[in-house]
């Protein structure tokens, strides 16, 4: 088994990753969590492969376990559904000493975990992620959060979990699709901060090598990740280097209603969209910017989707990482190495324009 700790002090928690993890969770939790209500949260995707596995699991060990299964897709990830959730919670019984397991994707992880974070002022959260996109990012680091209909992740709050349990297995289960969204989130990984991942990436042949590589490549994405969220927990300085991509990959989702683009194929145009502006800028060398093009056409991932003027003037008008006219704008200044720029709104929005996208 491999070990990650993530060192936030008072709220420690570890990052477990091994084949099979699923069968044996029950025993990684009985030590961890003192209630015996273990509520599963997962999706209809999800819940046929993994979720009865995970509930014998639990039983084995002690606990009571439920399951409450949610839609699959960013369509569930709305105040209405997080309602559901604490209905369902309470009609079980849940205590303030019980816990939630989010068995799912990026869409269940951030639901359950905000479903954990404030039922009952907040109970135990364990993640246990099943797709590659959920592994090497959005399980780590407490950021939990619901859509709304102004913008993706506009009401959440920072929550910890208390473990993180990877099963590498989970990867040959996946659609092609859900993998290439995954590996949009490790090509950022590479881009902001390992230039030596970008090219053992470069050097792979394509999604079929990444199966039997998951297990490595979740692993170095998440040591980036707790690294930088031990110090800045927050999102108000380092930790906005993970949204290179984002804020014009949110630009693209809402544009097609959440319909037409995985989060992961948005971000992987906001990538290539953000290196052609940094580029224009004068901070990004033009062979980064080549680059990146060119491993997301070899990830099978959009380099460019076609949005308006009047979606990127929405968008960004809501973005999270705006203070009032301004916004923090991620760019590399080389492969491996990213900073944000602080930029009024209006500007950017002539920077796209003048990037052609």
């Given amino acids: 088994m491999s070990r990650l700790t993530v060192n936030l002090p008072g709220r420690e928690y570890d990052i477990l990753s091994e084949s099979g993890v699923l069968d044996r969770a029950g025993a990684l939790l009985r030590p961890l969590l003192k209630g015996d209500l273990a509520v599963i949260v997962t999706d209809s995707n999800v819940e046929p492969l993994y979720a009865a596995r995970l509930a014998g699991s639990l039983h084995k060990s002690g606990f009571r376990a439920a399951i409450l299964e949610i839609p699959a897709g960013e369509e569930s990830k709305t105040p209405a559904v997080l309602a559901e959730l604490w209905e369902q919670m309470m009609d079980l019984g849940l205590t303030r000493s019980d816990s939630v397991l989010a068995l799912g994707g ?180 033009p062979e980064a910017e080549t680059r990146i093009v060119s491993i997301l056409k070899q990830y099978e991932l959009p380099t460019r989707i076609e949005a308006g003027a009047g979606d990127y003037a929405r968008t960004l008008t809501l973005d999270k990482k705006s203070a009032g006219d301004a916004i923090s704008f991620i760019v590399l200044e080389d492969m491996g190495r990213a900073k944000a720029v602080k930029l009024e709104k209006r500007r950017l929005l002539e920077l796209i324009r003048e990037a052609g996208l």
């Fill in 106 to 285: 990026g869409v269940v992880g951030d639901l359950a975990g905000f479903a954990a974070a404030t039922i009952l002022r907040g109970v135990r959260l364990v993640q246990l992620p099943t797709t590659l996109l959920a592994q090497v990012d959005s399980s780590v680091g407490g950021k939990v959060a619901v859509d709304l209909e102004a913008g993706k992740n506009l009401a959440g709050a920072f929550y910890q979990p208390s473990m993180v349990l990877m099963d590498p297995d989970c990867l040959g289960t996946l659609p092609r699709r859900e993998l290439r969204g995954g590996m949009a989130e490790v090509i950022k990984y590479g881009c902001i901060r390992d230039a030596a991942l970008f090219r053992d990436l470069e050097d792979l042949g394509g999604l079929e090598d990444i199966p039997a590589r998951g297990a490595e490549i979740a692993l170095r994405c998440c040591a980036i990740k707790a690294e930088i969220v031990e110090r800045d927990e927050r999102d108000t300085g380092e930790r906005m280097l993970l949204n290179f991509g984002h804020t014009l990959g949110h630009v693209y989702e809402r544009a097609y209603e959440y319909k037409t683009y995985t989060h992961g194929e948005a971000v992987a145009a906001g990538m290539a969209a953000a290196a052609r502006i940094g580029v224009r800028m004068g901070i990004t060398p």
